[in-house]
């Protein structure tokens, strides 16, 4: 688990082009050349890529972009959080668990690779919604 996935690293390598390229376009060109990647593109890592860009856009993205990026994401939610962790992004962690995308099962999965990417704001959010939603169990120790 420690080590990044092939899968992880591709999506961060299309995350930082559609980084770059996104500071030489206004918001509203930026949506609409996604909209159109999203919906040409084979590629896995890029279309992940892409659907999480898209998805967090602001007014640019139509309703029904936003429903399809989210249903893509919401089928892939493990590589979607991951690259979140991995971008130390909790408030858009914690939207899509608030779209109830993942429950207890994957939040401790996400905390332990929050822990052991050493993402302190992601840590930090997940244990707080861990203990807000479902608590932390006592441990006990009989001899």
Known sequence: MTELSRFQKDVEVAANALEMRAENEDAVTEAFHLYRKFGSTKQEPLRLAVALRG???????TDEEREEYGAYLKKRIRPAVERLILEDDWEKIEKL???????????EVFLQLAEEWRRPAALMGLLHLKKEKYGFKEKKFEL
């Open 55 to 61: 998805y967090f856009l602001a007014e640019e993205v």
């Open 97 to 107: 668990y608030e779209n109830e995308w993942f429950g207890e099962r994957e939040l």
